[in-house]
Nanobody, 122 residues
């Protein structure tokens, strides 16, 4: 069973940066696709970014492309999300997820962390 623990959330002002991290345990990390999703109050969960296992191919939601960068360290079993130029609309709980299939669909990620709150004030 893969366990995921996120860290790095917080309260920032618009235009500032945050770096989220996710530590994985209990699985073969290097073969897992990893992703970040977010959910704002009253809204559905939405895809933010994903990175494939061995090749490190990345994908981003249009709303964050150019501002967010996903990366992974297979040796340390971690995945990170560098978030720059944050906007109030980025406010949400951010979840780290792991799955066997590289995808933007949350259905394909059967492991998820508890989430970390990101709040961006205007």
């Amino acid at each position: 069973q893969v366990q995921l623990v996120e860290s790095g959330g917080g309260l920032v002002q618009a235009g500032e940066s945050l770096r989220l991290s996710c530590a994985a345990s209990g699985g073969t990390f290097s073969v897992l696709a990893m992703a970040w999703f977010r959910q704002a109050p009253g809204k559905e969960r939405e895809f933010v970014s994903a990175i494939s296992g061995r090749s490190g191919v990345t994908r981003y939601a249009a709303s964050v492309r150019g501002r967010f960068t996903i990366s992974r360290n297979n040796a340390e079993s971690t995945v990170s999300l560098q978030m720059n130029s944050l906007k109030p609309e980025d406010t949400a709980v951010y979840y780290c997820a792991a799955g066997a299939l590289f995808s933007t669909n949350p259905i394909n990620y059967n492991h998820r962390g508890q989430g970390t709150q990101v709040t961006v004030s205007s």
